[in-house]
């Protein structure tokens, strides 16, 4: 069974910094896309930062300088979070797309991360 297990998140006065990590375990074959997405009370799931099996990244306009989204390895990836501002405060979910035995796409659980003013 695949599951995609997120840790990192916490509570960071603004201007900080937070790293999270997400790990893709069980029974995979390939790691492609990796990503982060993230949802604040009342609004929709956003794409914050993705990545691909060769390392291209993409980014949304609100971190681009600030967030840096790395593979670790093939079934790792990382969000380094600096500059945090309070408007960062969500709900992050690790996403991957991958090859299993039922290929497709995985969510994580999901971490707060809460940024103070």
């Known amino acids: 069974q695949v599951q995609l297990v997120e840790s990192g998140g916490g509570l960071v006065q603004a201007g900080g910094s937070l790293r999270l990590a997400c790990v893709a375990s069980?029974?995979?074959?390939?790691?492609?896309?990796m990503g982060w997405y993230r949802q604040a009370p009342g609004k929709q799931r956003e794409l914050v930062a993705s990545?691909?099996?060769?390392?291209?990244a993409n980014y949304a306009d609100s971190v681009k300088g600030r967030f840096t989204i790395s593979r670790d390895n093939d079934h790792t990836a990382s969000l380094q979070m600096n500059s945090l501002k309070a408007e960062d405060t969500a709900v992050y979910y690790c996403?991957?797309?991958?090859?299993?035995?039922?290929?497709?796409?995985?969510w994580g659980q999901g971490t707060q991360v809460t940024v103070s003013s």
């Open positions: 990545i691909t099996s060769g390392g291209s």
């Open positions: 996403h991957a797309n991958l090859i299993a035995y039922r290929p497709g796409d995985y």
């Open positions: 069980g029974t995979i074959l390939r790691v492609n896309d």
